[in-house]
């Protein structure tokens, strides 16, 4: 009876020790250490960068089972910048991001599947301009440790690119502009 019962505790822990490991990161936004960043072809002669401010988000990461890691994160329209006030404005108005009808877009993952020891496709739902579509992030783990004030932190950078029409902005910027390529770097602390 013992060894049955040490066998279920055995198989129990082995079930459970997995999901323990999980670890859930808030993103360091107070400190700056991410950042949502696009880029995108200016009627095709050269290319505009700009980044969003402003926003939050989190995820889970366990080493042992990337598979089941989760992300979701909240930007607040309103923030980007391209360097250009003017062209900001415009960016802001109804032919684009229509941030007063539509103030924040989201992304929260819908699962990830591991394509390299420190690399990922993460597939998830962008929500932009009130439009949701499903994208797929190439991502990396860039590093993970302690860090110097007591904390653990993790950091992973991904990139993918998104066609405008799919998320109804719809302006006439030439054939050459009808796609932005979105790079994000992220630094979570563990909570």
Do not use: C
């Not at 404005?89 to 924040?104: E, I, T």
């Not at 932009?128 to 992030?137: D, H, S, Y």
Request: proline residues 3%; without cysteine.
């Amino acid at each position: 009876m013992l060894k049955k019962t040490l066998a279920a505790l055995a198989l129990s822990a082995a079930v459970i020790a997995p999901q323990a490991m999980a670890a859930d990161y808030a993103i360091d936004k107070k400190g700056q250490h991410a950042f949502i960043n696009f880029k995108i072809s200016h009627l095709g002669y050269s290319w505009l960068y700009g980044t969003f401010k402003d926003f939050d988000g989190s995820f889970s990461y366990d080493e042992a089972a990337p598979e089941a890691s989760k992300v979701n994160v909240t930007i607040n329209t309103a923030s980007i910048d391209s360097n250009h006030a003017e062209r900001d404005k415009h960016l802001r108005s109804d032919d684009f991001l229509n941030v007063d009808k539509h103030p924040q877009a989201s992304f929260a993952s819908t699962g990830v599947k591991m394509t390299g020891d420190k690399t990922a496709d993460i597939s998830g739902d962008l929500t932009l301009n009130g439009v949701t579509k499903p994208v797929l992030i190439k991502a990396e783990l860039v590093g993970m440790g302690q860090d110097p004030w007591g904390g653990f932190r993790a950091g992973f950078a991904g990139s993918t690119t998104i066609k405008l029409k799919d998320f109804d902005i719809a302006m006439d910027l030439g054939p050459a502009s009808q796609e932005v390529e979105l790079t994000l770097s992220v630094e979570g602390v563990r909570q």
